[in-house]
């Protein structure tokens, strides 16, 4: 009997970068298809499509890369991490920023449902907020980061403040970003 799933997503995981310095971007391409075409159900699957669009997008294969974390997302409708990609993909490789403001709050619904991950979905509907002069809906996730307690043993990021320095003068409350800043000093 040949390798495991979880064993060759991890090797193919493994000598990627290896893989690259050599030109073989054929090689990472195929055998991420071979995983996905081989994978017993949606989390194995999901898995390796996400190597592919990471893959993609190192190539610079925007369009590629979308469709298939819309691949992802078309079979599992309320997969968390397919559609922090989704709303990622728009702001980072597209810029799209109206379709990023839109995943975001998709994003953010199931982040809160499942109770993970709801301070970085927060932290990217910021810098999308911040990014399109959306201030009101800056006020309010800079709140709502502030205000959120993640539950035990609940995966998340620590506090960010990468986006602070990307608040124009007088956009945000004053008081907000205090309260925040002091949230970032004292972890």
Same mark, same amino acid.
């Given at each position: 009997?040949?390798?495991?799933?979880?064993?060759?997503?991890?090797?193919?995981?493994?000598?990627?970068?290896? &893989?690259?310095?050599?030109?073989?971007?054929?090689?990472?391409?195929?055998?991420?298809?071979?995983?996905?075409?081989?994978?017993?159900?949606?989390?194995?699957?999901?898995?390796?499509?996400?190597?592919?669009?990471?893959?993609?997008?190192?190539?610079?294969?925007?369009?590629?890369?979308?469709?298939?974390?819309?691949?992802?997302?078309?079979?599992?409708?309320?997969?968390? =991490?397919?559609?922090?990609?989704?709303?990622?993909?728009?702001?980072?490789?597209?810029?799209?920023?109206?379709?990023?403001?839109?995943?975001?709050?998709?994003?953010?619904?199931?982040?809160?449902? =499942?109770?993970?991950?709801?301070?970085?979905? &927060?932290?990217?509907?910021?810098?999308?907020?911040?990014?399109?002069?959306?201030?009101?809906?800056?006020?309010?996730?800079?709140?709502?980061?502030?205000?959120?307690?993640?539950?035990?043993?609940?995966?998340?990021?620590?506090?960010?403040?990468?986006?602070?320095?990307?608040?124009?003068?007088?956009?945000?409350?004053?008081?907000?970003?205090?309260?925040?800043?002091?949230?970032?000093?004292?972890?």
């Amino acid at each position: 009997m040949g390798e495991s799933f979880w064993k060759r997503l991890k090797r193919l995981e493994r000598v990627r970068p290896s &893989l690259y310095r050599q030109g073989r971007f054929d090689e990472v391409k195929d055998v991420a298809h071979r995983l996905i075409a081989d994978a017993h159900d949606a989390e194995q699957r999901n898995n390796a499509r996400s190597i592919l669009v990471s893959h993609h997008q190192y190539l610079g294969d925007f369009e590629a890369a979308l469709a298939v974390i819309e691949a992802q997302i078309e079979e599992k409708a309320d997969d968390l =991490q397919a559609w922090l990609a989704l709303t990622e993909h728009h702001h980072y490789a597209k810029v799209d920023l109206a379709r990023a403001a839109n995943a975001a709050e998709t994003t953010l619904s199931l982040a809160t449902q =499942q109770a993970v991950l709801v301070r970085q979905v &927060l932290g990217v509907r910021m810098r999308i907020a911040l990014a399109t002069g959306d201030f009101d809906k800056a006020n309010e996730t800079l709140s709502r980061l502030i205000d959120y307690n993640p539950p035990a043993h609940s995966l998340d990021v620590a506090y960010e403040g990468d986006f602070l320095e990307n608040v124009p003068a007088g956009a945000i409350d004053a008081a907000l970003i205090s309260r925040y800043s002091e949230l970032l000093s004292a972890t």
